[in-house]
């Protein structure tokens, strides 16, 4: 598959008109970006925004029908045919089963939250994740990571465990002592809590979550709980990742620099 998106969204491609699902499809992306973008000239157009996706041709034809919509998602820095490939094979994976039964629409809109934070789908910085029929972008602790890192903010995250030797003074001095016992077995039976230690311009900051706390954030999850059930302590350091980064000014792919807002269709997770 051959495309070439437009490097202004604002025109069409090749004199082709946007079809009407990509005129849906670029509302969902002016109401993000304010600014319109289009599809792409020749691609199929013949899939509405609220058809469940089913296979990965049927979605690989909505997302070509609206590449340019993509490509302004991301700020213009986007291989479409990649991002389309990476999608596809996203969605024939047996164990994404329950993402065939999600709209299109819900897909697209998912999919712009990942390419506008500057990251390819299926590269296991973020993960899609079905909500009945609505597809979710859920971004992962590397992900956090990796935006941090380009926004010149250093972040570490640690779990703590029983038997490990931890002190936190909080107040105008805040500190912490964390000296891990690497003999004891790290496991959710033995987790205490997570902390997050982030350095913002050469100031330091502290965020520490309780396991009461980190339980009550998977309780929330609802529907999205599975992953909690595979990989609690991964998504323990999310959780207080997470916390901190509301905290953060980081550059998104549009040029937009504010706080994180972590909403991305989903309950804190």
Not at 184 to 209: K, P, W
Request: with cysteine.
């Amino acid at each position: 598959m051959t495309m070439t998106i437009a490097s202004s969204p604002s025109r069409p491609i090749g004199g082709v008109k946007p079809n009407a699902a990509a005129n849906r499809l670029s509302r969902a992306a002016e109401n993000r970006s304010g600014s319109r973008a289009v599809s792409s000239a020749g691609a199929p157009a013949d899939r509405a925004p609220d058809e469940l996706i089913a296979t990965p041709r049927n979605l690989a034809d909505y997302l070509s029908a609206n590449a340019a919509a993509l490509a302004h998602a991301a700020g213009g820095k986007v291989d479409a045919d990649r991002v389309i490939r990476l999608c596809a094979r996203l969605i024939e994976n047996p164990r994404n089963a329950d993402l065939r039964r999600c709209t299109l629409r819900s897909f697209a809109a998912a999919l712009f939250d990942c390419l506008a934070m500057g990251i390819y789908p299926d590269t296991g910085r973020g993960y899609f994740i079905a909500s009945g029929d609505r597809a979710v972008f859920l971004l992962g602790y590397q992900g956090m990571i990796e935006l941090a890192s380009k926004a010149g903010i250093f972040v570490k995250a640690y779990n703590v465990f029983k038997g490990d030797r931890f002190k936190w003074v909080a107040g105008g001095n805040e500190r912490i002592v964390h000296l891990p016992n690497i003999e004891i077995r790290r496991s959710e039976e033995t987790f205490l809590c997570s902390y997050c230690v982030s350095i913002v311009d050469g100031h330091a900051t502290f965020d520490v979550m309780l396991k009461n706390e980190i339980d009550a954030v998977r309780d929330r999850a609802g529907e999205l709980n599975t992953v909690w059930a595979t990989d609690y302590l991964e998504m323990a350091r999310k959780t207080v990742v997470r916390r901190a980064a509301k905290f953060w000014p980081i550059r998104f792919e549009s040029g937009a620099v504010r706080p994180f807002d972590w909403g991305f269709g989903a309950e804190e997770n």
